[in-house]
């Protein structure tokens, strides 16, 4: 079995009290987190996972409200210990992680890890092993101040997930969810707002017909789009705390 746990729903400004959006995928290779917002550690430590059980994160691109928590991660690490961590993510994935945390931890920064971190950065296309599963990058429309941000594809235990990120209307976002279990996709907007870099309610209702994914789950929300997407057929609605098993 697959469990996916919403540690986060919510856009960059925390609608509604809702944490940063990440997701935690656990299976039997362990722990793994598909985006590290701010708010991750915390909602983490709310639910009683350890920290130091996450081995694998894959980061769709390099908003603070997408990977700010990893300098945490490493945080703990150099501080209480951790076993492998294995980081994924788009170019300059590596050196952003690790200048975030010097900027925020600098003499814990410089100093031995005390643990093993693999840092692996992708172009759309390319598929790796991440821990264990198999990690496929898609090209997302979501200009982050880097070369690109991704959506992902993870097969893990007979199961296929697809996560879009933050991701525009004009990405192939049919190839992404193709049959997959589970589609996570972004909702960022309200029916009546329009953004090359953001999917509104009525770019996912257009779009629904065309995903062919088993069930799809809407993220990334704020509080008039997660209103307004209650009311589409074909998707659910996350919400902090929820859990799909697959």
């Known amino acids: ?15 509604g009290g809702r944490g940063h959006t990440s997701v935690l995928v656990e299976d039997s290779q362990g722990r793994l987190l598909v985006d590290c917002g701010a708010t991750t550690p915390h909602a983490l430590a709310r ?28 945080l703990e690490g150099a ?15 590596a ?7 010097r900027t925020l931890y600098p003499t814990t920064a410089d100093r031995p890890r005390g643990f093993f971190l693999e840092y692996r950065e992708l172009e759309p ?8 599963r198999r990690l496929v990058a898609f090209e997302a429309r979501h200009p982050a101040g880097a070369p690109l941000s991704l959506s992902y594809r993870l097969e893990t235990d007979g199961r296929t997930l697809a996560f879009s990120g933050d991701t525009g209307p004009e990405a192939d ?19 009546e707002e ?9 770019d996912v209702e257009r779009r629904r017909p065309g995903w ?21 057929s074909g998707v659910e609605v996350a919400d902090d705390g929820l859990v799909v098993e697959l």
């Open 1 to 15: 079995m697959v469990q996916v746990v919403f540690l986060g729903t919510a856009d960059a400004f925390s609608s």
């Open 47 to 74: 639910l009683g996972i350890e920290r130091a059980g996450v081995g694998a994160v894959a980061l769709t691109h390099l908003h603070g409200d997408h990977f700010a928590g990893t300098a945490f991660l490493l």
């Open 79 to 93: 501080k209480k210990g951790r076993g492998p961590l294995l980081l994924a993510g788009p170019p300059l994935a």
């Open 95 to 101: 050196s952003r992680v690790e200048a975030l945390f």
């Open 125 to 132: 296309g390319e598929a790796i092993d991440l821990g264990g």
């Open 173 to 191: 976002l049919e190839a992404l969810a193709a049959g997959a279990d589970l589609f996570v996709c972004e909702c960022s907007l309200a029916r």
């Open 194 to 202: 329009r953004s090359p870099k953001h999917l509104s309610v009525d």
């Open 212 to 232: 062919t994914a088993k069930r799809v789950v809407l993220t990334h929300l704020s509080e008039a789009s997660r209103r307004e997407a209650a009311a589409l």
